[in-house]
């Protein structure tokens, strides 16, 4: 096998996304994923003596190239005429009947409540989802879930890197059909691994993304625990979301106390800590999914809904059947949503196929790799340059939080967050320690 067509190639290229899919589909488990613990994130490492160079990893990895274009021929028919959005079949605002369960969940709860409900109607047999860990509450771990309560054990956004694509294996090993929900990274690699595995497509009857315009690593999270003055061994149980909308992270500690902090709050802090390999995807609203669910992030809504809303966005007639079916029977509310409402709620799904391209021509120039997204993206502006140098030196200087230019940047910043009254999240989080 040529060296450039191997993982390994992937990840010396800083492409690899950390979806873990390579691991999941290995069929001699020559792949696991472990954590870099300087970059904060999954990467995936191939034991040689039981590779047999077969090829089904790379050709699963979205991290060097996803054919957009192709993937839409094939799978709906056409090239979409909406770029941000992708092909929809039907687009819907709504949240899960259940008020607990959408009080518990990211947004309207409508993922758990629709995997619950094709689980109960016998449309599926399990779900690929993703928990936080027990024995280790700041690790997620995706896994299979057969029932309705290891479903809602999942709920909620998981802000760190997830590989869930290595349940892939489970559903390999089974018999029956699976729905599998992912950031829209996983689900171009399941896109991709079911071109050379007819077993998977068979299996999987629903691919439901929740939308990322950004991920973050370990480092985050562990930042926003040493602001709040924890250690990883004082947390007995993490959740990024839940109670409410837009919710809450809760941390509860080994000594019975619990902590919350506002998503406004710590979303902020994360955002230093973002994964370099995100910056360079195109794909925000799960392109290939055949459902999308996302926060409504819509102001009339967002004004008086404190429990919880999303949006939802079919892209096959099985995926809309699957609404219909679970709205006649009450299980969800759902209404139709106009198309510039979804996308101005989403504003970065557009600038991202902007700020894409400047972005991939900057790393070209300076001699780094991008993957090859065959796809349409729109005609960067001046002001799309500027503002990607401007991100990138940010960033880089704030994920050295130690060195004297990330300090400098941590200081203009706070400096403009007191400016506009906004402060901070650690200085708020430390101050409801006090
Ligand atoms: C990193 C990240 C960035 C996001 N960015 C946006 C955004 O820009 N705009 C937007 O509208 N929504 C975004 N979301 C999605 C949003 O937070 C909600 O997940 C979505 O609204 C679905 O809500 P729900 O109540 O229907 O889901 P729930 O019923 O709470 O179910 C969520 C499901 O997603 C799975 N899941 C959670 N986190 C991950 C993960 N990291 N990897 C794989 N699976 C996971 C869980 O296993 C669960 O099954 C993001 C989510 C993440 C994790
Ligand atoms: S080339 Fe084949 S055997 Fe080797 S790691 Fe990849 S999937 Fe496994
Ligand atoms: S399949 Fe996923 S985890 Fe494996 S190398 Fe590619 S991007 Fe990385
Ligand atoms: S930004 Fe893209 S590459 Fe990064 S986690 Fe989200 S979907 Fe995956």
């Given at each position: 096998m040529k060296d450039n067509l191997t993982i390994e190639s992937v990840v010396k290229r800083k492409l690899c996304t950390g979806c873990g899919t390579c691991a999941g589909v290995c069929p001699h488990d020559a792949i696991e994923m472990a954590v870099d613990r300087k970059k904060g994130c999954y990467l995936p490492r191939l034991d040689r003596n039981l590779c047999t160079q077969c090829g089904l990893c790379h050709e699963a990895c979205p991290g060097h190239s996803v054919d957009f274009e192709s993937f839409n021929d094939t799978l709906f028919g056409e090239v979409p005429e909406d770029i941000a959005l992708g092909r929809y079949v039907g687009c819907y605002i709504g949240h899960a009947n259940d008020r607990d369960?959408?009080?518990?969940?990211?947004?309207?709860?409508?993922?758990?409540?629709?995997?619950?409900?094709?689980?109960e109607e016998g449309l599926i047999d399990g779900a690929l989802v993703t928990r936080?860990?027990?024995?280790?509450?700041?690790?997620?771990?995706?896994?299979?879930?057969?029932?309705?309560?290891e479903i809602l054990s999942a709920a909620g956004s998981k802000y760190c890197p997830v590989a869930a694509g290595t349940a892939l294996h489970e559903i390999l090993q089974m018999r029956g059909r699976f729905a599998v929900v992912g950031l829209p990274c996983h689900i171009q690699a399941i896109r991709?691994?079911?071109?050379?595995?007819?077993k998977l497509k068979e299996r999987i009857r629903y691919r439901i993304a929740i939308p990322c315009s950004l991920d973050?690593?370990?480092?985050?999270?562990?930042?926003?625990?040493?602001?709040?003055?924890?250690?990883?061994?004082?947390?007995?149980?993490?959740?990024?979301?839940?109670?409410?909308?837009?919710?809450?992270?809760?941390?509860?500690?080994?000594?019975?106390?619990?902590?919350?902090?506002?998503?406004?709050?710590y979303y902020r802090e994360l955002g230093p800590y973002s994964l370099r390999r995100c910056t360079l995807c195109s794909d925000m609203l799960g392109e290939l999914s055949d459902l999308t669910c996302g926060d409504a992030w819509i102001p009339e809504v967002m004004r008086t809904d404190k429990v919880g809303s999303s949006f939802v966005v079919s892209r096959t007639p099985g995926a809309e059947e699957l609404l219909e079916a679970a709205a006649s029977k009450e299980v969800v509310e759902l209404s139709e949503l106009g198309l510039r409402e979804l996308l101005a709620s989403q504003g970065n799904a557009v600038f991202k196929k902007r700020k894409l391209k400047a972005r991939m021509?900057?790393?070209?120039?300076?001699?780094?790799?991008?993957?090859?997204?065959?796809?349409r993206l729109l005609k960067p502006t001046c002001e799309d340059y500027v503002n990607t140098l401007k991100f990138y030196a940010g960033r880089y200087a704030l994920a050295g939080n130690h060195s004297i230019l990330g300090r400098l940047f941590r200081a203009a910043q706070s400096l403009k967050h007191r400016k506009s009254n906004d402060p901070p999240v650690q200085a708020q989080a430390l101050g409801r320690q006090q």
């Open positions: 369960v959408r009080y518990a969940c990211a947004s309207g709860g409508l993922v758990s409540s629709l995997l619950i409900f094709a689980l936080m860990r027990r024995d280790n509450p700041l690790r997620p771990e995706p896994f299979i879930a057969r029932t309705r309560e991709k691994a079911e071109r050379n595995l007819p973050y690593s370990f480092r985050g999270t562990e930042h926003i625990l040493k602001a709040l003055g924890l250690r990883p061994g004082d947390i007995e149980a993490l959740q990024y979301r839940g109670r409410g909308w837009p919710g809450s992270m809760l941390i509860r500690l080994k000594d019975g106390t619990e902590q919350t902090i506002p998503l406004a709050e021509r900057m790393f070209r120039w300076t001699g780094r790799s991008v993957p090859a997204y065959r796809q």
